[in-house]
């Protein structure tokens, strides 16, 4: 048979899992960062051949009795979906040829939409806003987190629809788009300018007694560079010691979590096990000689997953910084795109990583140092005030 050129980009874990009614699922803004590098190989074997008859014979059965108009196209799509699906991973799907495009465009962490995090809500069977941007439209209109989507542009949409209002969400910039939302028991509407959007900005302040404060909710293509500058901007400022808050971050690219890590470890420490279907083992290690030299505090709670948990989990193991907060999410699988000729692809799980010590993460996660769980008082964990951040207030105990 002859063998397609395909695809290949380098490894990468998908933003999944940080809420917690369901998995985290793809932004209004994706999140994905991949990169295009060489052709994959893809053969047929007997097993497609006879799914191959199966489904023609199916064709057969439509064409003979179906009423109305067949989309042969949309059928060959959802065929194929299906059949990924049938895997039973969560991570694991199927790309259309017009999604690629998006998947690819999303390399940089700048995107055109309107500035929102979403996830599944199964209790309102609505698709609910996780966080706003700063300094994107939503924000600037006044979307809260919290607030539920009942339509995009008068169509109105269910949990299950979140990838097609993410879509619909996005749009070329300078373009509007209306959005209804349910906030408690009132209904808001707004209309909102399409603008490019900078994903995952580092953010960063010193807090009582010279620590040193970085944030940052996923792992983009330049959040190394960002989180070395944002340091190096408050390590002129006499910082001491470092809280690094990776509380609601679903991960991102695996290269990023290690370089910041590499910041903080000594050159040739191990940070990272990698293990295929076949028990091969990649071992990544500290590249460079540490830049931070201080006492470090890692916030997580449950919705830190993926790339997080890589970062907490190497510099836990590592002795180099403590972790406050609840156990991580437990996404320790890692994820690679493969394009095929005809212009769409599939993302699939590929390998399972492991900590410096060999501790699995996948459907574990991470135990906290100190276990300090939100105050009741809070109602809602994505946007807490810092005097009631109970997690944040120990941290800055155990470091004064």
Known sequence: MKKEKKYQIYKIIMIVAIAVFITFMVTSLSLYTYFVKNPVSVSSSNTSKSLSSKLARYKEIINQYYLGDVDETKL???????????????????????????YLDDTMGNFVGIGIYMIKNTQYDRIQVLSTIKGGPAEKAGIQAGDLIISVDGVEYKADDMTTASNNIKGEEGTKVTVELLRGAETVKYELTREKVKVNQVEGKVISNNIGYIKFTSFDETTAEDFKAKYEELSKQNIKSLIIDLRNNGGGIVDQALEIADYMTDKDSVLLYEVDKNNKETVKKAKEDPIINMPIIILTNEN???????????????????????????????QQILKLNDGSGLKITIEEYQTPNKNKINKVGIEPDEKVELSDSVSNPFNVQEIEDTQLQKAIEMLK
């Open 76 to 102: 060959e799509e959802g065929a194929i979906k299906g059949y990924i699906e049938g895997l039973g991973d969560p991570y694991t799907e199927y790309i259309s040829k017009e999604d690629m495009d998006s």
């Open 304 to 334: 830190t997953a993926s790339a997080s948990e890589i970062l907490a989990g190497a510099l836990k193991d590592l002795g180099k910084a403590k972790t406050v907060g609840t156990t991580t999410y437990g996404k320790g699988v890692i």
